[in-house]
């Protein structure tokens, strides 16, 4: 099997994936998975759509991984992961999506208003 390649994205964060076979293995940006994201919260997320379809052991992720947070990094690096696991297996497409993991979540921070201090927040105001 040759690299298969993948894009994630979420809020500012993007995640670019490279999946082949091997024994399990996720790197990102030249690090273990369990050193970039030390919390097991985050790891879970990221490894959601290899338990689904119980491939955890089949295959070794390379990850470039930049932008946004550590929550935003993680979901962007779920995504790609799906979408490269749907490339390769086209039938497993449908229980990705019924768990939520095709999905890309297009919510993005609102811009500042001019005349404001934030996107919707006023600056305070007093009829004295």
Do not use: C, H, W
């Not at 790197?27 to 490894?47: A, G, H, M, W």
């Not at 955890?56 to 930049?66: A, G, R």
């Not at 497409?93 to 001019?114: H, I, N, Q, S």
């Amino acid at each position: 099997m040759e690299v298969i390649n993948a894009l994630g994205r979420r809020k500012s964060a993007v995640a670019r994936v490279y999946v082949k076979e091997g024994t399990g293995k996720i790197t990102i940006n030249k690090r273990d998975l369990t050193q970039y994201f030390p919390s097991s919260i985050l790891q879970y997320v990221v490894k959601q759509p290899l338990l689904k379809l119980d491939v955890v052991e089949k295959y070794d992720i390379n990850v470039n991984l930049y932008g946004g947070g550590f929550t935003g990094q993680s979901q962007a690096l779920r995504l790609a992961i799906a979408r490269a696991l749907v490339k390769i297996n086209p039938e497993d497409k449908k229980v990705l999506r019924a768990e939520g993991f095709m999905t890309r979540d297009p919510r993005e921070v609102e811009r500042k208003k001019p005349g404001q201090p934030k996107a919707r927040r006023r600056f305070q105001f007093s009829k004295r």
